[in-house]
């Protein structure tokens, strides 16, 4: 096996964003210290079921991971560290949202292990904050920007948004523009999805959502490709640019179809071909633990056709492409002898090119992907 990637799902946020449909829990702050044990207990267990494996990265996501008292950050990191074999050069990434960072709690972090932030910033516009229900303004990014570049973390990533209500392109462009200006390393850049069952896809379907219309956030998405570049943010997936060797190690196992371990409610696995959900709801995920349940509610073992859609549709979301010698080794099967016919059409279209390596999404198979990956799926 290929070393582990390890995923630590902490379901937690101050208030729901207006947009969001991740699983995560507002005014659940009482589950902290129980949702704490529990998840020491199931990484205590995965590491044994797996004999201390070796892993090279770790990503601590959510909900918001930083609103969780450090001491319970800390008591996470220390069990990881007994019961997995952690690289010393392992990336160790945590998300933090900047309305809930302090200075002593990203000093903790660093001392604990944590060397990659990535902070939820979406705007730098503080009436689009507002629209979206997030609990921060712009001057909170710069502050937790400020103590984390103060507290030596040098691998620092922001999550941006377009498409979104009220927003227009030369907006966006200026807010590319601050977003570059603080400088970090990597930028992660999503258009908004109306998801069901948020209150913006309900205010959507009443009429009372305007958004952006499909012109406009093309316009959006085509700045950010031509801009981010140029300011030494190069893309290396669909919606990710980083600077050169800081992209995402934990994410590109994702991409690269490497096996992972998700921990925690709501985490999912992907482990010798099989896909693993553990159940989303804290106090559901906290009772299957101390009772010596397993909080797994869904498996499924691949086939041979949906391994392969999965791993093209992923390779493909990257920059670098799939490798047609990696493919074959994988899957022992010629890609163009299986999927030449979809290629040659995708190719008409100008979505994907190839050379005697590999295959990739031109830019515009990077635009509209959803074209490409929906081809590659099984009947
Ligand atoms: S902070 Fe993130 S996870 Fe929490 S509600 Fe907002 S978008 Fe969702």
Redesign the pocket.
């Known amino acids: 096996m290929s070393e582990l990637g390890l995923y630590l799902h902490m379901p937690f946020?101050r208030q729901?964003?207006l947009y969001?449909d991740?699983s995560?829990y507002s005014g659940a702050e009482h589950l902290f210290v129980a949702y704490t044990a529990a998840l020491c207990q199931q990484i205590a267990e995965q590491g044994g079921l797996l004999c201390k494996p070796t892993v090279d990265t770790v990503y601590v996501g959510?909900?918001?991971p930083s609103l969780l008292p450090v001491q319970l950050l800390e008591q996470v990191m220390s069990c990881l560290y007994t019961n997995f074999n952690i690289k010393n050069d392992a990336e160790i990434s945590m998300e933090a949202?900047p309305g809930t960072v302090t200075r002593e709690q990203l000093v903790t972090l660093k001392a604990a292990g944590i060397n990659r932030l990535s902070f939820?910033v979406q705007s730098f516009n503080n009436d689009l904050l507002a629209r979206l229900g997030r609990i921060h303004k712009t001057a909170d990014t710069l502050t937790a920007l400020e103590y984390a570049y103060a507290t030596g973390f040098n691998n620092i990533s922001i999550d941006m948004m377009y498409g979104l209500p009220g927003q227009t392109v030369e907006g966006f462009a200026r807010e590319l523009e601050q977003a570059v200006a603080v400088n970090t390393s990597h930028i992660s850049v999503y258009g908004l999805k109306l998801e069901e069952g948020t209150p913006f896809a309900a205010a959507y379907d009443r009429g009372s959502l305007k958004l952006p219309d499909e012109a406009t956030e093309e316009a959006m998405y085509d700045r950010m490709v031509d801009f981010l570049p140029g300011r030494g943010l190069l893309r290396y997936e669909i919606s990710n640019f980083a600077r050169p060797g800081l992209e995402c190690r934990h994410n590109m196992k994702y991409w690269q179809y490497q096996p992972y371990l998700g921990i925690g409610a709501a985490a999912h696995s992907f482990l010798n071909g099989e896909r693993i959900s553990n159940v989303t709801g804290i106090q559901e995920y906290i009772s299957a633990i101390f009772e010596g349940r397993s909080p797994v509610v869904m498996r499924e073992i691949l086939t041979k056709d949906q391994s392969m859609a999965e791993y093209i549709f992923l390779a493909l979301r990257t920059s670098q492409g799939l490798t047609l010698a990696n493919f074959y080794q994988r899957f022992c099967v010629d890609f163009f002898r299986h999927f030449g016919n979809i290629f040659e059409k995708l190719q008409r279209q100008d979505l994907v090119e190839t050379d005697s390596r590999r295959v990739w999404l031109t830019d515009r198979g990077m635009k509209f992907g959803n074209i490409v990956f929906s081809s590659f799926l099984p009947d």
């Open positions: 946020c729901k964003c969001c991740f995560s959510g909900g918001t949202n939820g």
